[in-house]
């Protein structure tokens, strides 16, 4: 290309380059943005760069994430959901009633919160295959059928349970969700899933358990995206849903998996927040709504379908959570968080505007 | 054709939109190396007609039968499994995928039995011969089609349906939005189909560039099949005349 810059051709290729490096610009503004959001909050003061600081910026990740990989694949297939609001509310409580009450009636509490879990997680494809089944069979819109599921979830995780956070989980599961994977002692050196039973001595905990499950989950999800048929099928459906159909993709059965999987998505965020603290608030999804689309525009997914990565979701869920710790870190009042929060989303699509109509040209 | 069984025989077919008549009681035969030509005028009922033949409309009435079986109710992908390939007016590509991707839509090799994995590896050299074969030229195998010129476009589009060993072939209006070079390209494939007796359905508005390619034209105008030629038996001006309907057999 280079080679056939003549005088004649500079212009063209000078501007041909200047285009590549917008297009460029485009793909990896989300990291630039947040290198420069942790550069501006530490040179405030917030520690983000010790253990301690950087697993707090992760957990704070977690729930936003697992919600918003899961509304990655919808978003991509040219869809939304809103939906998570209560579904992860609803699935975490389902999770949560069975192991409460089965620990109360005297099982064994790793069995009731293995089964728990195991419940919370089947129950949470229910709401997808919902979405799924009226936007496919019935055309309804994704945006007004998911507002609906949002409302019976609603309804249904305050009636679960007389409206109130269910608690009295068995103690185990706080010590799941608390728990690090390693320890490290000063003078004792390392050890797994607890501080050494030495009395006096401090230890720091590395890889909490909930971010442990998160990683696990979020690389399923990449391989499925990034390397499965499924994947590549969600992508056609984005980018052209009658040249999908043209070629034989099963495109409601695509659209109809791709909810459900989004679905189970907000089911393993219920569950973690369960773990976590050891109780279920009826409404625990409603912040992380908000912030998983969040996540996923800013993350490079398009309004109109066809684009997004699981990649660009992590590093969109990661701005999202230093935001929020570095605000917390600052001492800023809360408030901020959803101004910043709100803004960042403009941004977002304001960019991915841009990119569309800049490649237009 | 004498003494052969078409390969392709829509019989009496119709289509209705609400209540309009798209398509009316049309029939026409396609055989082995034939290439036949649909002409008509805009909106009249040529897109519909080889829609119901691709399976992306079903017929209201009338019946159609692909080597010797019939395929009204069929899905559009089982009639491409059949043999039928079609280019679409608007190439229906996905713009945000790359022409690998498109030229696989719908058919990607799977690597990995287990977990339905694609083979992009695989896909990549297939989409690069095929490319090659047919004489398209691409800047890069990865490049999203959205960024590629009409005619690459267009490359892309009928290498997707040349992949796959079509036992017929349909071309609507293949060169509404290519250059000069393009062009050539689709009359070199087009004869090239004709002389492996590959049959090819080619709609067009345009009698002239019919006359450079098909054996055969069937003119449709507001949904009827008006006339019926073989092209060394009729003139521009007889089949202008059965276009605008200042000339009927009837």
Known sequence: MGEQGTNRNNASWGARQGKRYLRILGKVWSILFLIVLVMIFSSRGANFFSIMGLQNVLLAATLIMLVAVGET???ISGGIDISPAYVVGLCGAIGAIIMRDMYAGGSNPAVAVIVGMVGGLAFSVVPGLVNGLIITKMKVPPFIVTIGTMGIAEGAVFLSNGGVPVRELPPLVANIGNTFVAYYTSGHGFSLFGPPDVAGVKSVGILPIPVLMMIVVIAV???ILSKTIFGQHVYAIGGNIQAARLSGIPVDNVLLKAYMLASLMYGCAGMVYVLRFASLAPNAGEPLLISSIGAVFIGGASMAGGYGTI???VIGALIIAVLQTGLVMLLVSPFFQYIALGCAIILAVFVDQFKAKLLQE | MAGRE???????????????KAVDDVSLEVGAGEVVGIIGDNGAGKSTLIKMISGVYTPDG???????KQTVGLSPREIREMGIET??????LADNLDASSNIFLGREPVKSRLFRTVDRALMMEDADKTLRK????????KRHARDLSGGQRQGVAIARAMHWNAKLLIMDEPTASVGVAGRRNIYKLVNNLREKDIPVIYVTPNVREAFGIVNKLAVIRRGRKVAERMINNTTVDEIVGFIVGSKSEE
């Open chain 2, 87 to 92: 280019i679409y007016q608007d190439l229906a």
């Open chain 2, 6 to 20: 078409a390969l392709l025989r829509v019989e009496g077919v119709s289509k209705h939109f609400g209540g309009v």
């Open chain 1, 73 to 75: 694949f919808v978003v």
């Open chain 2, 134 to 141: 047919l004489g398209f030229q691409l800047p890069s195998l």
């Open chain 1, 311 to 313: 990649g660009g979701t």
């Open chain 1, 221 to 223: 999800m990449w391989l």
């Open chain 2, 62 to 68: 009338g019946t159609i039968y692909f080597d010797g």
